[in-house]
C-alpha cells in the first residue's frame, strides 16, 4: 500500500511556469502547500500561492534545501540539466522523498534519441531517425535517409526550435562537409507527410492503474500548438492504436504521473512524435471540459490519491493565446466573455512578446472546431 499524503503536506514542483501554477490552483484549493524551484522570480506559480525559491538549477546547496522543505516532488518542466536529475535521484533514494514521474523518465523525454530510441525497443512506431554525435555519424545519416529531413537538437528544444530542414540529400551532404570534428548531439528524422496530428493525455498512478483522455486532435502554426480539438475526429482503429501506444510507453518504462504524448496521423497508420512527461498543452480542454482536469491527475499520481472510477469528457476546444494575440480590450475577447461556453486562463506574465504563451482559451459546446 503506497502512502497517501493529505494536506497540509507540501508538495514541490521543478519549475515554475504556467504548467506549475495550474498545479498549484489545483493542490492549493484542496488544502496542499506548494513550493517551487526555478530561477524565475514572480513566476505565474508564485501567482497564485506557490512558494518560490529562485536559484539556479545547478545550484546544488539551494536544491538540497528545497528538497529538505517538500514531501513529495513532480515537474512542470523537463529541461533540467542531467547533473541536477541525478542529484534529485540520490536524494530521493537517501530521504525516501516520492518523486513523481521519476528523473529518468525526465531524462528519456528531454533527450530525442534517447526517447527515440525507447519508442523502438517498446515496439512503437516513429519516423526513421539517425542519432548523431559525430561528422562520421553526419555522413551516414547522409548516405542513409531519405529526404527532406529534419535535423534537431536533441536536447532543450520546443516549440520548433533548434530544428533545421533540408529539402534533399544535397543540402545535407554540404552541411555535413562544413562540420570539423567536434562532438554533435543531434538527430536526423525523415520527413513524414501527415494528414493530422493528434495527441493523448494520460495518467498512470503509484500502483499502475491509468486513466486516459480520449484523443485529441490538433493544430499548430509556425511550430507552436493553436488549437486543440477533443474528442479528435479520427477513426476507431487510429484511436485505438493512439491509446494501445500511451499505454505500453507507461508500462515500458514505469512511469508514474501525467503525460501528453504526441503522434501523426497518416490515413489509419500512426507514428510517435515525442512526449511530454508532464501536463501537456493540449490537455488544457480537461479544465473546463471533463469531470477531472489533467493537473487534478497529476495531483492524484503525486500524493497517492485514487483515481476516479472513470475519465468523461465533452466536445470542447483549446485557444493558445500568444503575445501577438494578447488583446483584453478588444471586441473579440469582450465577444467571447459575454458567451459562457467560453473560459478564459491566463498565465500572470506581463511582457506579451511574439509566440510566447500568455494564457489560453476553452471552449465547451458543439462544433468546437469552429469556436476561434
Known amino acids: 500500500m503506497n502512502k497517501i499524503l493529505v494536506p497540509p503536506s507540501q508538495l514541490g514542483v521543478m519549475g515554475s511556469g504556467q504548467l506549475g501554477r495550474m498545479f498549484a490552483q489545483e493542490a492549493i484549493t484542496m488544502g496542499y502547500q506548494v513550493a517551487v524551484y526555478s530561477p524565475e522570480r514572480n513566476s505565474p506559480a508564485s501567482q497564485v500561492g506557490a512558494v518560490e525559491t529562485v536559484a539556479p538549477y545547478e545550484d546544488e546547496e539551494s536544491l538540497r534545501k528545497f528538497l529538505g522543505s517538500i514531501d513529495a516532488l513532480t515537474f512542470e518542466f523537463e529541461n533540467i540539466p542531467g547533473g541536477e536529475l541525478n542529484f534529485i535521484s540520490e536524494y530521493s533514494k537517501k530521504n525516501s522523498l516520492p518523486v513523481f514521474p521519476s528523473p529518468e523518465c525526465i531524462r528519456i523525454?528531454?533527450?530525442r534519441i534517447r526517447e527515440k530510441t525507447l519508442f523502438s525497443k517498446l515496439g512503437l512506431p516513429t519516423v526513421p531517425f539517425y542519432p548523431i554525435t559525430n561528422k562520421a555519424e553526419a555522413t551516414e545519416a547522409a548516405n542513409t535517409s531519405k529526404f527532406p529531413a529534419v535535423l534537431k537538437t536533441s536536447s532543450f528544444g520546443y516549440d520548433g526550435k533548434g530544428q533545421t530542414k533540408f529539402k534533399t540529400k544535397e543540402e545535407f551532404r554540404a552541411w555535413v562537409g562544413s562540420l570539423g570534428q567536434e562532438p554533435l548531439d543531434l538527430i536526423l528524422e525523415e520527413w513524414y507527410e501527415f494528414d493530422k496530428e493528434g495527441s493523448v493525455i494520460l495518467a498512470r498512478d503509484q500502483k499502475g492503474n491509468i486513466v486516459y483522455f480520449s484523443p485529441s486532435e490538433n493544430i499548430h502554426k509556425n511550430h507552436i500548438l493553436d488549437l486543440t480539438i477533443h474528442p479528435g475526429n479520427f477513426s476507431d482503429s487510429v484511436k485505438r492504436q493512439m491509446i494501445e501506444s500511451a499505454k505500453i510507453l507507461a508500462d515500458g518504462i514505469d512511469y508514474v504521473g501525467v503525460f501528453g504524448l504526441e503522434f501523426f496521423i497518416k490515413g489509419e497508420k500512426i507514428v510517435l512524435n515525442e512526449f511530454a512527461p508532464r501536463?501537456?498543452?493540449?490537455?488544457?480542454?480537461?479544465?473546463?471540459?471533463?469531470?477531472?482536469?489533467?493537473?487534478?491527475?497529476?495531483?492524484?499520481?503525486?500524493?497517492?490519491?485514487?483515481?476516479p472510477k472513470e475519465l468523461s469528457s465533452i466536445t470542447s476546444s483549446m485557444k493558445n493565446i500568444l503575445g501577438q494575440d494578447y488583446q483584453p480590450a478588444s471586441a473579440k475577447w469582450i465577444e467571447y466573455l459575454?458567451?459562457?461556453?467560453?473560459?478564459?486562463?491566463?498565465?500572470?506574465?506581463?511582457?506579451?512578446?511574439?509566440?510566447r504563451k500568455m494564457g489560453h482559451w476553452n471552449f465547451v459546446g458543439e462544433n468546437p472546431g469552429k469556436a476561434f
Open 109 to 111: 523525454a528531454q533527450h
Open 279 to 307: 501536463p501537456h498543452n493540449s490537455g488544457h480542454f480537461s479544465q473546463d471540459g471533463a469531470n477531472i482536469s489533467q493537473f487534478q491527475l497529476q495531483l492524484r499520481c503525486l500524493t497517492g490519491l485514487p483515481f
Open 338 to 355: 459575454s458567451d459562457p461556453r467560453y473560459t478564459l486562463h491566463l498565465y500572470g506574465k506581463s511582457d506579451p512578446r511574439q509566440d
